[in-house]
């Protein structure tokens, strides 16, 4: 276990704590402040403790230098109207510079700024040892609440801990406790849930998985690999012939473990990759020539779902289908709609599947849905992230 920022004395301490404000911008406007709104749990706790916070975040790709693009500025903004106070935008195309220094040596218990896009360094990503120190060398504690860049070995996810006492904010114990619990020590069954588009994206995850799951449901655009592989006719469907080999082993090494791989049964078929394609339903081994799998059918749709209502843990990580197009989002919106009707402890691994479940309407009815893609999918394949290995363990 990792210690957190309730198991240190903060009071009258500077802290600087690294948040995932990477937010969906229009026009300079926040479109979903989620990823703030999250934060501010740890955030009022540290404030409420009489510490001084100083935060500190990316926003999208600058590649390592100034672009007004990708300011926090409108972060800030949002900041202060969520805490009620004013939130101190430090404004430096470099970072940390003097005035940076100075107006985070003049603040007070109770107040807080907001670095500029880190991002806006070259060293940020590189992890360079000297922004690391140049970060640390404006508080007294490092806390690390951003889940959504813990994968990172970057400057502000871990450099900065060389130089400083460094603990979770209370966003990353919470997913380490929902996805590890979930992984580690999972009520039965275990029914893992993997979508998504290329089976090569989710190698890891499926061979760590097969050790742990009772079930494990395949969908999305990587199904048929797996079917193809099976000898079953894929149309122009999504395949990687260079996995199919692959799809076999994968599912000869979860035959030997005893852990069921389960594969549609039946898919939901376009003429052609667009919105308005002719659509039609199709057995697994009757896909027509020509055309290709966009979703699951109704058939899988009721397979797997009942998996999942009967289910001690879910997991689940990547859509079924192009569930962006309406003709082709019944799979996963009926996914999603199982987990919420699930009794078990339910855990939806960020990106896509994330996103899917907001759109649903049942995200209120999920376990726990994480707040990072990239990180929970690393979390997910039993890999240890380079954001969380550099905090203090209890």
């Not at 198991?7 to 989620?34: A, E, Q, S």
């Not at 985070?104 to 070259?122: D, F, I, S």
């Not at 394609?277 to 966009?294: F, L």
């Not at 079924?320 to 309406?326: K, L, Q, S, W």
């Amino acid at each position: 276990m990792k210690k957190t920022v309730r198991d240190i004395d903060i009071k009258g301490k500077k802290i600087i704590c690294r948040c995932d404000f990477n937010v969906p911008l229009k026009d300079g406007v926040i479109t979903d402040d989620i990823r703030i709104t999250s934060a501010m749990p740890t955030i009022n706790y540290m404030l409420e403790q009489g510490a001084a916070v100083i935060l500190m975040s990316h926003l999208g790709r600058p590649k390592g230098k100034p672009d007004s693009a990708y300011t926090l500025a409108p972060v800030a903004k949002r900041l202060s109207e969520l805490l009620g106070k004013e939130v101190v935008f430090a404004a430096s195309d470099i970072v940390v510079d003097e005035d940076v220094k100075a107006k985070a040596a003049a603040l007070k218990p109770g107040e807080v700024m907001l670095l500029e896009n880190v991002r806006y360094r070259a060293e940020e990503e590189k992890n360079d040892p000297a922004f690391s120190k140049e970060l640390a060398d404006l508080a007294d504690i490092y806390v690390n609440d951003a889940f959504g860049t813990a994968h990172r070995a970057h400057s502000s996810t871990a450099g900065v801990a060389d130089y400083l006492p460094a603990v979770s904010g209370f966003l990353i114990e919470k997913e380490l406790q929902f996805l590890g619990e979930a992984v580690d020590n999972p009520k039965r069954p275990f029914v893992a849930i993997l979508g998504g588009s290329k089976v090569s994206d989710k190698i890891a995850v499926i061979e760590n998985l097969i050790n742990k799951a009772d079930t494990i449901i395949i969908g999305g655009g990587m199904a048929y690999t797996f079917l193809k592989a099976n000898g079953k006719e894929i149309g122009t469907s999504l395949c990687e012939e260079d996995k199919l080999e692959l799809a076999k082993s994968l599912q000869e090494k979860a035959l030997a473990k005893g852990v069921m791989l389960v594969l549609p049964v039946d898919s939901k078929c376009g003429d052609k990759f667009a919105e308005d394609c002719q659509v039609k339903v199709a057995d697994a081994d009757m896909m027509p020539a020509g055309w290709m799998g966009m979703d699951i059918g109704p058939n899988t749709i009721n397979l797997y779902t009942e998996a999942v209502k009967n289910a001690g843990t879910v997991v689940w990580n990547g859509p079924m289908g192009v569930f962006e197009f309406p003709a082709f989002a019944d799979g996963t919106m009926a996914i999603a709609q199982a987990m919420a009707e699930c009794k078990g402890t339910t855990v939806v691994g960020g990106g896509d599947s994330a996103a899917a479940v907001n759109k649903s309407g049942y995200a209120d009815k999920i376990t726990h849905i994480s707040t990072g893609g990239g990180a929970s999918l690393e979390f997910l394949e039993g890999r240890e992230l380079p954001g969380v290995a550099v905090l203090m363990d209890k």
